[in-house]
């Protein structure tokens, strides 16, 4: 998802990764135990808007 918002502009960075599940600090593989995919994006609301 990342190369997506980074290409749009006011769009300063974009980090995915993944959050919840039953496993603490859990591996790529481990995700599967409950855990969502999320992303987290920083942009300048000057340039663009979070609509």
Not at 10 to 17: F, M, N
Not at 26 to 38: A, C, F, P
Request: charged content about 25%; hydrophobic content about 25%.
């Amino acid at each position: 998802m990342e190369p997506t918002f980074d290409k749009q502009d006011g769009v300063i960075s974009a980090t995915s990764g993944y959050s919840g599940g039953r496993i603490g600090n859990s591996t790529y593989e481990q995700v599967k135990t409950g855990h969502i995919d999320l992303i987290q994006i920083l942009f300048d609301p000057e340039r663009v808007s979070y609509d």
